[in-house]
Structure formats: structure tokens, C-alpha cells
Nanobody, 126 residues
Framework: QVQLVESGGGLVQTGDSLRLSCAAS????????MGWFRQAPGKERDFVAT????????YYADSVKGRFTISRDNAENTVYLQMNSLKPEDTAVYYC???????????????????WGQGTQVTVSS
């Protein structure tokens, strides 16, 4: 069973940057897409960003467009989320997800993903 291991969370101030990483445990893992979701206290888990693995198309939630960038390293089976200009409302547990199911470029909902990481906390202080 493939595991997704996240790292890079932490406590930062408004305007700072962080980079999250998510590595798949198997080098042969070949997803259709990998993405990031986040869950703030008392709220539902929301879509943040996704990348289609082979063609590198990327999609973002409106709330993070222009500030966050998702990318991937195919050789390392790792996906990254570069987060710039962080705001207190970005505070959440961030989850990495992977999908081995073929949906035509539509990976913005949780149900499309069948592998999940354990989550990493990002806290942005004002």
C-alpha cells in the first residue's frame, strides 16, 4: 500500500512563505493526479490545488490563486506546494492526496482521490 508522507508545515507570520512536500513511498507509483486539500478547525476539508501528473496541468482554488504554486518531481514521486504571502485564513491542516483513477482533468473534489497523507499543520499568525 502506497503511503504519502507530508512535511514542511509550521508556524509563520502573515506574509511569510512555506513549502510543503509530499513524497510517495513507492518509486513506481504512477498517479493520474496529486493534490492538496486543507481543513481549518470546525470546517470541512477544502480543495487547494492539484496537478495532473503527466501533462503538469495545474488547478487552484480561487482563494490561493496567485499565491500558491503546486509542482511535482516525477523522479522523486514528490509533489510540492509553495505557499507565498500567507494569511491567517490559510491556517489549517494540509493534506496531500493522490488519485490513481482516471477523471478527465477533474480532480478538485475529495472523492476523486484514493490515497491520503496524514496531514501537516500550517499556522499563520497575524
Amino acid at each position: 500500500q502506497v503511503q504519502l508522507v507530508e512535511s514542511g508545515g509550521g508556524l509563520v507570520q502573515t506574509g511569510d512563505s512555506l513549502r510543503l512536500s509530499c513524497a510517495a513511498s513507492e518509486r513506481t507509483f504512477s498517479p493520474f493526479a496529486m493534490g492538496w486539500f486543507r481543513q481549518a478547525p470546525g470546517k470541512e476539508r477544502d480543495f487547494v490545488a492539484t496537478i495532473i501528473w503527466t501533462i503538469r496541468n495545474t488547478y487552484y482554488a480561487d482563494s490561493v490563486k496567485g499565491r500558491f504554486t503546486i509542482s511535482r518531481d516525477n523522479a522523486e514521486n514528490t509533489v510540492y506546494l509553495q505557499m507565498n504571502s500567507l494569511k491567517p485564513e490559510d491556517t489549517a491542516v494540509y493534506y496531500c492526496a493522490a488519485s490513481t483513477r482516471p477523471y478527465y482533468n477533474d480532480y478538485t473534489t475529495q472523492s476523486k482521490y484514493n490515497y491520503w497523507g496524514q496531514g501537516t499543520q500550517v499556522t499563520v499568525s497575524s
